[in-house]
């Protein structure tokens, strides 16, 4: 038997092109930015954005809240039930590969990304306080893969994207050339368990196959729980 993955992000690869599209950070300057932004799609981190709105998409890369020590899921669904995006089977379309992995990278450069991977035109940063500006290091490294504009409209991240400005008008968005998207689903395997494991909520015994991001199940290969079929 062969349990099937969430959806894959190579789905969502271009599906907004030429929109507006705003990523809601965490900081405390998240609800005076809002007010000033005019977009299209909206991108939750974390809950943060869809306490205050509504949200299209939620990007989360905890399995687990780390306050609150609750499962990320649950911890979501309070506030909405816009599709979420991550690394994780129980996601709505499951991140198989991102910039720098296997880093694993703070919500919010990744839905800055992701951001950008479904055609923002421009990509809006609001509420990214960056822990008073301690944090930006990641941002940086990401500054390559960011592909289109991108605009933010206060904080410290003004330092390496342009400040937002509602009236501000963009011509025609052409996709990047050469965008792999096939590669950005790249990394579901198929594997068989080899001890008793639990995974997606239930036991599964020995001998039963399934499908997996090769992420998820890292550590299950490494111990001989599970292997490798294809």
Same mark, same amino acid.
């Given at each position: ?8 992000? @190579?789905?969502l690869?271009?599906?907004?092109? @030429? ?6 950070? @965490?900081?405390?300057? %998240? ?5 000033? #932004?005019? *977009?299209?799609?909206w991108?939750?981190?974390?809950? +943060?954005? *869809?306490r205050?709105?509504?949200a299209?998409?939620?990007?989360? /890369?905890?399995?687990? +809240? ?8 649950? +911890? %979501? ?13 129980w996601d709505?379309?499951?991140?198989m590969?991102w ?16 951001a950008?991977?479904?055609?923002s035109?421009? *990509?809006? %940063?609001?509420?990214f ?8 290091? $990641? +941002?940086?490294?990401? &500054?390559?893969? &960011?592909v289109?504009? #991108? ?5 410290p &991240? ?7 400005? *509602? ?8 996709p990047?050339? @050469?965008l ?28 039963? /196959? ?6 998820e #199940?890292?550590? $299950? ?6 292997? #490798?079929v294809?």
């Amino acid at each position: 038997m062969i349990s099937a993955c969430a959806r894959g992000f @190579g789905e969502l690869i271009m599906a907004h092109k @030429g929109q507006r599209i705003c990523v809601m950070g @965490g900081g405390p300057n %998240l609800a005076s930015d809002l007010e000033r #932004v005019q *977009a299209d799609i909206w991108i939750s981190v974390n809950e +943060h954005g *869809a306490r205050l709105r509504k949200a299209d998409y939620v990007v989360a /890369m905890d399995n687990t +809240h780390t306050r609150l020590q609750t499962h990320m899921e649950k +911890h %979501l669904r309070q506030y909405t039930n816009a599709p979420i995006i991550g690394p994780w089977h129980w996601d709505d379309f499951q991140l198989m590969r991102w910039p720098l992995q296997p880093k694993f990278l703070l919500s919010g450069v990744i839905a800055s990304w992701v951001a950008t991977m479904m055609g923002s035109h421009p *990509a809006i %940063l609001a509420g990214f306080d960056c822990y008073g500006g301690a944090q930006t290091n $990641q +941002h940086r490294e990401y &500054l390559p893969h &960011l592909v289109g504009q #991108v605009r933010v409209v206060s904080g410290p &991240l003004t330092q390496f994207y342009k400040t937002y400005e *509602a009236a501000e008008t963009f011509g025609e968005y052409v996709p990047p050339v @050469g965008l792999d998207i096939e590669g950005l689903s790249d990394g579901e395997i198929v594997v068989r368990v080899l001890k008793n494991f639990e995974f997606r909520g239930r036991e599964w015994p020995p001998g039963t /196959m399934m499908r997996a991001s090769r992420y998820e #199940v890292r550590r $299950q290969i490494k111990h001989k729980s599970l292997e #490798v079929v294809e």
